[in-house]
């Protein structure tokens, strides 16, 4: 299977779908973080 995606130009499409959610999984997790982060300095 990957040799006939590999074939057609296919898997290329297919990390680069498989990067972008993984760069906007990590961006949500850290722009989460920092939001905890402010909100933990703020109850101190």
Do not use: P
């Not at 499409?13 to 959610?21: E, F, G, P, R």
């Not at 906007?24 to 905890?36: I, M, S, V, W």
């Amino acid at each position: 299977m990957a040799d006939a995606m590999r074939s057609n130009g296919k898997i290329y499409v297919v990390v680069a779908v498989l990067l972008i959610i993984l760069a906007g999984l990590f961006l949500y997790l850290f722009l989460t973080d920092r939001k905890l982060t402010r909100i933990e300095h703020k109850n101190k």
